[in-house]
């Protein structure tokens, strides 16, 4: 097997199985947004990724994908139940979250969390050629770094934490919570997507492992007696910002978002919401606003309809099935109080859609709901301005999503305050095309200065930094 100087290590691998129309199998791209920023780095450094290729029990020899080298570590349905939907997404999401949902602490899926990390850790370092860097991604891989630094001492290591880290008074409820604190701390470079989670941060392994923090530096003693400097600070992730540009633009797009308008009776205002269907977005809050603002009478269905996109996610973890309950209630009540025969209320759709399909919603919606309770960064929000080449349509953004530190020319909102929220929501189907103006290009400034590739670009030169120091001791 050639041996790879760049590896990355995420929990799904950048593929999604296929199945085509003679009942052959094959692979995909998958859309994410990371997917999409690395693959130019991947090609040009001949890279492999390690992941899940997201079915239990599939276990599929390393292949080649459009110049990337994929190395599938394979789980078992009892580890899919105990990994990922339980300690990753039952423990470890909720409690990021600021407790939202309440965490279960459950020693076999902690097990489970440790043995499934080990084979990551043993599979990127079957692949990484000597003196490799690794990068590896987010919370289900926490105790990765520390393993690989173990096996793999010539290794330069970055991890990159997707999700929000919480204040220590929350994150010290955690049962393993100095592993976890170990773990991350076998990288060179930790990064997040706030300055306010890499303080957390710091803050954890102050007052757990008594390790000395100063501004980004933390000072962790290595096993051979020594000490070196792990930098732990924010590199705020974005989005492939032309790709979207580029689909704004295409007249088969456009005419899809007119088309969109008209399916909804071409009311005064669409309100958008898209979101994977998670109890961290807001979604009952928003639809909550939206109901009494119907009920209020200051707005009715022949001039505002809220579409909202719920693509499903994480289907047998408790939690879930529960909220889209609560969500599918809710959406019933407020349809069957003021739907009429012609006008919806709300358009909910439990579906995921392609990106052509997004953008055409971003382009026919006049107004984006990005109503998070936490989230590490939302990437819809910096999705929909990307998409607003026009400079037209308002953002209204929770100042508890990451990308509130980023886009203050958002109007912005506290979810919780149903009142408040209510304001915002009127204020933005109101606004002045003048204001819309302002404030959508001052965000689309931010979005395209720091898209996907300066922010993989900024990592990684962190990392080169941190090995041209080794290489020089
Ligand atoms: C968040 C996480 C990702 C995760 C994604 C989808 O964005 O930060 O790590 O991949 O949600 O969730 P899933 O459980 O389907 O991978």
């Known amino acids: 097997m050639t041996l790879a100087d760049l590896v990355v290590v995420a929990n799904r691998l950048p593929v999604d199985r296929v199945s085509d129309a003679d009942g052959g199998d094959g692979w995909r791209r998958s859309p994410g947004g990371l997917v999409t920023a690395l693959e130019p780095v991947m090609r040009r450094e001949d890279g492999a990724w390690v992941g899940w290729p997201g079915q239990p029990d599939l276990e599929v020899e390393p292949f080649e994908f459009e110049g990337t080298h994929l190395v599938p570590v394979a789980l078992s349905a009892d580890e899919v139940e105990n990994y990922y939907e339980g300690f990753s997404n039952d423990t470890i999401w909720p409690l990021y979250h600021d407790v939202i949902a309440a965490p279960q602490y459950r020693r076999v899926w902690w097990e489970a969390y440790v043995r499934v990390n080990r084979r990551f850790a043993e599979a990127a370092a079957s692949v990484a050629a000597e003196g490799a860097t690794v990068w590896v991604q987010d919370y289900q891989l926490q105790l990765v770094p520390q393993l690989l630094r173990t096996a793999r001492p010539d290794l330069t290591i970055g991890y990159f934490h997707h999700i929000p880290f919480p204040a220590y008074g929350l994150y010290s409820q955690l049962p393993w919570r100095r592993q976890v604190l170990e773990g991350l701390l076998g990288a060179d470079v930790i990064g997040f997507q706030r300055v306010t989670d890499a303080s957390n941060f710091a803050r954890a392994v102050r007052r757990q492992l008594r390790y000395e923090t100063k501004a980004t530096g933390i000072r962790v003693p290595d096993a051979d007696g ?43 205002t669409v309100f958008l919401g898209v979101d994977r269907l998670d109890y961290t977005k807001g979604i009952r809050h928003r639809l909550k606003a939206f109901g009494e603002i119907l009920e209020d009478g200051r707005l009715g269905v022949e001039n505002a309809t809220l579409v909202q996109v719920a693509s499903p996610s994480r289907e047998r973890v408790e939690s879930y099935i529960q909220l889209r309950d609560e969500i599918e209630l809710m959406v019933g009540r407020i349809n069957g109080d003021h739907d009429t025969v012609g ?85 933005a189907a109101e606004m002045p095309a003048a204001e819309q103006g302002r404030r959508m290009r001052a965000l689309r400034r931010k979005v395209i200065e720091n898209d996907i590739s300066a922010w993989s670009a900024s990592f990684l030169a962190a990392l080169d930094a941190v090995r041209t120091q080794k290489d020089a001791r």
């Open 226 to 268: 020594t000490t070196r400097l792990a930098l732990a600070k924010a590199f705020p992730i974005s989005i492939d910002a032309t790709s979207y540009a580029d689909l704004a633009r295409r007249p088969d797009i456009r005419a899809r978002a007119a088309e969109i308008r008209e399916g909804l009776g071409n009311p005064h």
């Open 343 to 427: 006008h919806t209320a709300i358009r909910y759709l439990h579906q995921a859609f392609p990106r052509e399909e997004m953008v055409a919603l971003f382009l026919a919606a006049d107004v984006m709901l990005v109503t998070a309770l936490r989230d590490g960064m939302n990437l819809v929000a910096k999705e929909y301005v990307a998409s607003r080449i026009d400079n037209r349509g308002v953002l209204i953004l929770s100042e508890f999503a990451g990308a509130a530190d980023e886009l203050g020319s958002a109007v912005r909102i506290n979810p919780h305050d149903i009142d408040g929220l209510k304001d915002a929501m009127m204020r």
